[in-house]
Each structure stands twice: as C-alpha cells, then as structure tokens.
C-alpha cells in the first residue's frame, strides 16, 4: 500500500501559497491551522478560508469582494480529507500546543506516512509555533512556499515553489542539548546513553560531531568510574583535537593516573578520588561523597607509610610496630592497620607534614570519622546532611588536602588538579 502524505499547514491572510502547497504535493490529508474568530472584534479569521461558503476568498488584496471559493474548494479536497485546528493568532504556546497535537494525531492515525509541515501562511506567532512542534519530531518534515520577489512583502502570486527547510543542523543542536546538560551535573553515563540513541546525520560534519560528544562522554563516564586505562584509551584519540589548556591539564593529569611509576601513579590518584567526591557532592550524594574521602584518608595513610617507611597496612612487621601504638595480631597472626591506626603510625614513624597534620588534628580527625561511621553507608542509619559534608569539606580543603600537596611535591603534583569538565566546550 502507498505510504499517505499529509500536510500541516498554518493559514493566513493569503490563499494561494496554501494553494500551491496543496497542488503541488497532493497530499491525501490536510491539517489547517487557522485563526478563528477575533476575541476583540469579532472579526473572522482565516478558518473562513477553509470553511466558508459559496465565494469567500479575494483573487487579490485589494479586489472589492470575494470572488473564489474556499481552499478545500479550489484545491479538490473532499471533506473527509482536512481538518481545521483553530488557534489563536499571536498566542505561542497555545500555537505551539495545537500543533503538537495535530502532529502526534498524524503520526497516529497515520504511523508510516510522509509528514510535511508548511509554515509559509499565517501570522509570525503561528509559522513559530509550527517550526518549533516540527523541529520536536524528526518525523516531520519542514517546508515553505517561497520565489523571486519583486519587494519586500511578499512572493507574487504565479511566482511561487515549494522549499524544504535546512533543519538537520537546528534539529540535531536541540536532541544533543540535553544530553550536553548532563555533563553539568557530571552525568557523563547518562549523556553517552542519550547520545547513543540519535541516528547518525546526514552531514559528515554532524556525524563526526555526534562520534566526538558520544566517545567524550564515554571517556569521562569511564574516568568518573576509576577506569583511567580506558579513558586514556579513548581520549588519546582526541588527543589532536583536546587543544585549550583545560584540555591540555586533563590529558596531563589523566597520564599521570596511568603511569609506570605506582608512587607517582598513586599520588596523582589520592587528588583523583578527592575530585570524585567533590562531584559526588555537587549531585547531593553526600552520603557517597564522605564514603570517597575516608577512603581517601585511609589510602593516604597507607601511601604515606609504603612510600616512606616501607609498611603495608594490610601486613605489617611486628618490629614496625611503636610500643605507643597499640595493634593487636588477628586471627591468622597478621598486624594490620586500618584508618586512625594508620594514621597513629604516620605520627610516630614519620616526621614530615604528614606527621604534623595529625599531631594537630587528632581531634578533629576523630570528629569527622564519627560523622562518617554514622553513615548509612557505613555503620548508622541516619543520611548525612548537606551541613555536616560542608563542614567536612571545609576542614578537608584548610588542613588535610594542603597537608597532602606538600607530601607529594616530590611526585609533580603541587596543586589540586583540574576538576572534570562540566560543558563540552
């Protein structure tokens, strides 16, 4: 069976480009959209082209009276073949509202035709409210009546053909948008997922743009995830491309997460846990925000201990063992370490910042791992509160993260590195 063409036009003070349009696409369903009578005047609308009787349209503006019939009329459409979708002149939402709904009744009544829409009549409001209902459905396809013109008012009447709209680039910019707003919020997965499910343009160059944002999206979600190797692998193939220096630090920092040297690799992955938290927060996830930055305390400490003193915290010699700290074998015989004892090793096996900090923010060490272990994520039952991650994060950002950028000096990194963009530019 022949696919059906139907057409959605917005009607207006003249007749013939809605003529002409119908003409030439003989279409087998139309949709008028037309003003009704004026709320103010009382004044007819131009539905009155679409439904009057007998001669009710002017061959010319400027004729004295009307002298042909309707459009239906002139164009040989049967009544079971339109529909007259009445909207008021300059209202866009309620323009925009009717269009939408004579699109998706369309597409409905009719789910494999060919839809045109025609935005060349009626007033500006109306061709608005139209273009914006068509550029929302990729089933729609855009078109006008347009010429040569002789002035600036309008195309004459004999001079008239049919244009499709260029609107692949309009139409592609509003679907990858929200999508590209997700990264805002650091919701890479959700942008890679979004823009997996837009078909590939036409336009090479839109294509190739579509590529770019799904793999960005995908290298950022994988390195939001710790998957540093497979991030590395997707955004060296940008590397060319990747050229503003935000782009440049990122790319620089990502290597040092992947490098050969696991004291330098490390240490550049202490700060990266501390980002991860920081974008935990910033989606209200506060509960998993503090969950990062005690794993990231701990991992310090054991870094700490590793690279200075030789002590792994998961088995530790018992001749490592201070008397003024107090570890206790478990049940295979084996001393370890977990976070407050790390730390207790750190104050009297070591003498650098690192033993400093703790020195003086025993206390406020204590504090904050309370706050943590009443987590639900941890031991308690309580969420934690936007109040108690900032303060946290406040004492983290004055005592702890400056402490641990004076120990890594010594690895290259002496400021907290970039966070993750937030937009693609």
Not at 56 to 71: Q, V, Y
Not at 167 to 177: A, D, G, K, P, S
Not at 390 to 413: A, N, R, V, Y
């Amino acid at each position: 069976m022949p696919t059906k063409t139907l057409l959605i036009c917005t009607v207006g003070g003249s007749h013939q480009p809605i003529v002409t349009a119908i003409n030439n696409i003989q279409p087998d369903y139309v949709y008028f959209i037309c003003t009704g009578n004026d709320p103010g005047t009382g004044r007819p609308g131009s539905a009155v082209q679409i439904t009057g009787k007998g001669s009710c349209i002017k061959a010319d503006f400027t004729d004295e009276k009307p002298s042909l019939p309707n459009i239906p009329a002139q164009t040989s459409l049967a009544e079971h073949q339109f529909r007259v979708c009445e909207v008021l002149a300059d209202d866009l939402d309620n323009i925009y509202s009717v269009c939408q709904q004579a699109i998706s009744q369309a597409l409905s009544n009719f789910p494999d035709c060919r839809l045109l829409a025609d935005y060349t009549g009626g007033t500006k409001s109306m061709s608005a409210g139209l273009v914006v209902a068509a550029l929302d459905n990729k089933a729609v396809q855009l078109q006008l009546i347009t010429g040569n013109r002789s002035d600036l008012i309008k195309v004459r009447d004999g001079f008239e053909n049919t244009q499709f709209a260029n609107i692949e680039n309009v139409r592609f910019e509003r679907m990858i948008e929200p999508y590209l707003r997700s990264w805002e919020r650091y919701a890479y997965s959700e942008a890679e997922a979004g823009l997996k499910k837009i078909d590939s343009p036409r336009s090479p160059e839109l294509k190739n743009r579509l590529s770019l944002l799904r793999d960005l999206s995908r290298a950022y979600a994988q390195w939001d995830n710790f998957n540093h190797d497979n991030a590395w692998a997707i955004l060296q193939t940008y590397a060319s491309r990747l050229v503003t220096e935000p782009q440049q630090k990122l790319l620089a920092n990502l290597r040092r997460l992947n490098d050969k040297n696991p004291e330098k690799r490390d240490a550049a992955r202490l700060f990266d846990l501390y980002l991860n938290a920081l974008r935990r927060a910033e989606q209200g996830r506060y509960d998993d925000a503090i969950a990062r930055c005690y794993r990231l305390m701990e991992w310090s400490a054991q870094w700490l201990l590793e690279t200075q003193c030789g002590i792994k915290t998961a088995n530790i010699r018992a001749e490592d063992i201070p008397d003024k700290v107090d570890l206790s074998p478990n049940r295979d015989g084996i001393y370890q370490a977990g976070l407050f004892a790390a730390w207790q090793l750190i104050k009297h096996k070591t003498t650098g910042p690192a033993a400093q900090f703790i020195n003086q923010q025993e206390k406020h060490l204590l504090h904050h791992l309370q706050c943590r272990n009443l987590s639900i994520l941890a031991h308690g039952f309580e969420p934690i509160k936007q109040v108690d991650w900032q303060l946290f994060q406040h004492w983290l950002d004055q005592e702890f993260i400056p402490m641990l950028l004076s120990e890594t000096k010594k690895c290259g990194i002496n400021g907290l590195p970039l966070q993750l963009p937030q937009s693609y530019q």
